[in-house]
């Protein structure tokens, strides 16, 4: 079946522009993660969704960042006025239901370079 | 959140057992112990998760210490696509702490 999809796959932008990415999780699902992993580093969490619910948004670095899941369905990671450090792979993944015995699936991500 | 240790990096042949150590010494009760793993250019991919009990599934097996202090995630017989980024991760709530990892290479 269809997996967690993310677009673009590739973004790059110039220090200063906004950026919006994509995430469509798996149909059905009520949780919704967004991670950043920046080059030979794990992933590192931003922000949680249950549903349309944001539940946790300790992870996001700055106030340039901003997700929305307004149906609890898609979401959206945007970046206003970016930064160099902002240059990283954006992962999206998707869970069933919440809890911690819950596997969470993954999408390939979005490959952001800040120039 | 609790904390684990692997090793940075490990080698195994191909069409051998490979055994990826864990340790997780200030694990909770609660914690659940995961482990995904990471192929070049992807996003992380679920491989299989613990709470005390010793678990099995199609990818992998993993073997949860009696005090539950350690883990080790068995692949049965590494193939060259096995070749990742392995995580153990503790999880006592919805979101993941990833830490660096053990890089898996595997010798043809």
């Known amino acids: 079946g269809a997996g967690v999809s993310q677009s673009p796959r590739y973004k790059v932008a110039k220090r200063g522009q906004d950026v919006a990415l994509r995430c469509d999780p798996i149909s059905g699902h009520v949780s919704l993660f967004w991670y950043q992993q920046a080059l030979g580093q794990g992933p590192e969490f931003l922000t949680y969704f249950q549903n349309e619910a944001q539940l946790d948004k300790s992870g996001l670095p700055s106030d340039r960042f901003f997700a929305e899941r307004p149906e609890g369905s898609v979401s959206t990671l945007k970046i206003q006025r970016t930064q160099q450090e902002d240059s990283a792979v954006y992962l999206c993944a998707s869970s069933l239901f919440t809890g911690s015995n819950q596997p969470q699936h993954f999408g390939d991500g979005t490959r952001l370079s800040i120039l | 959140d609790a904390k684990t240790t692997q090793p940075n990096s490990m080698e195994s042949n191909e069409e051998e057992p490979v055994h990826l150590p864990c340790n997780h010494s200030?694990?909770?009760?609660?914690?659940?112990i995961h482990w995904y793993r990471q192929l070049p250019s992807q996003g992380p991919e679920y491989v299989i998760h613990g709470l005390t009990s010793n678990v099995n599934n199609r990818m992998a097996s993993l073997a949860i210490a009696e005090d539950r202090k350690s883990s080790t995630l068995i692949l049965h017989r590494a193939t060259l696509r096995d070749a990742a980024v392995y995580y153990c991760i503790l999880r006592d709530g919805d979101k993941i702490i990833f830490g660096k990892g053990t890089r898996l290479h595997i010798l043809p």
């Open positions: 200030t694990i909770s009760g609660t914690d659940y």
